[in-house]
């Protein structure tokens, strides 16, 4: 009998965590030898995250292994405590925009038709469960950031429209894109971590470099050399090939009849709403000015309109604007080269000026609220402005300097076709 005593006592001592604090596996192994450690903490030991005494064999420090604030705690990652209080994670800016536009009518809409895609823990980036933790990828970054704001653009992919007729080409979670061409950096491996690092994401920046980090520009490129340019414009201005643009996003409330809902054929969300996108265009983006009033690219985010239909719904109301905003962004679409000089100085329609029958649908005429989507009446840059008239008229302006930049440039384009025909 004092035989076996001894031999359970010997048994709990190799099983307790207490004595299974040394090592990377140590111990623990004995009972736990089905966990295997990968990615970035698998050189880790069981203590490190368990604490000495194993925390009741399943927690970690402050709440939990999955907690936020197990990860920052300790001092192990204490420098991206900060991520979660930023905007990926409170999304303060497009909650505002919703309490101000559809919520004025539906305080639940945020939630129902905008919540989906918001931090709110380590694990929603940091994939692989808590003994295969790996650092985010591109893919992690795009299963939020995939719509035509910014994300699926890095790899060359547009989105297509809602409607179920247009659900051909690529296929991403039920959305459909088209191929477009990927930016250069993606072509060249690199992952969103590289410009985008979790330092400064957790310090409330956007961005951790800047063009000019990595490229000096060559004062023997002609747009180069041209000293308004470097002054008053973004790298991005010149060097977006392209940039998703939706016209007209539609929110509608039918009742949620499936004879509604197939009458529709449009992509169905929570809260009984229906989205669809009036028209979307993927070619060189409009130019306007951003917050330091560069010349950049804009896009239209949102021109956001909304119907309730409802049956027995007092006060229905069809094609409500409720936003009309611009917002300048950087477009992740760069590529080598730029447009040619009348890509911009001879274009009104990239600074929103066409004349009016070449303007993107005339809105009125359907009984809608703004003259056009292309007209800058009722609308707004929500982050910058549109240039004004007189700056547009200038761009026109064919002066000495204007001619001399033409024929250089013109020039360089012809010699580099020359030298490709000879080889």
Known sequence: ???????????????????????????CGACHASVRRTGAHAALSCPACH????GGGRRAVAGGIDAPASCASAGCHADYAGVLSQSMATRASEKAFAART???GDPAFFGNACGGCHVASCRDCHVGGAHATSKPGTAECLRCHSDEFTGAEYLGLAPREENARYGRGIAKRDDHYLKMLPDVHAEAGMPCGACHAMKSLAAGRKSSKACTDCHAPSPGVVEHAIAPHMAGMTCAACHSAWVAQAYGTFFLRTGGSDAAIS??????????????????RQDAPPLGLNAQGKVSPIVPRFILYTSDIRPGVSGRVENRLLAAEWKAIFPHTVRRGSVTCEGCHDAPARWMREPVRDRIRRLRDDGMTLA????????RVANGAFLDDARVASLAARGKGYKVALVKKWKRLIDRVDGSLRR
């Open 263 to 280: 009458a529709f054929d449009l992509r169905h969300i929570k809260g009984g709403y229906l989205k669809s996108v009036y028209l979307r």
């Open 51 to 54: 604490g000495p005494d194993g």
């Open 372 to 379: 056009s989507f292309r007209d800058r009446e009722g609308q």
């Open 1 to 27: 009998m004092r035989l076996a005593t001894r031999f359970i006592v010997l048994c709990w001592l190799i099983a307790s965590p207490a004595v299974a604090a040394t090592g990377s596996a140590g111990p």
């Open 102 to 104: 559809a919520g004025v």
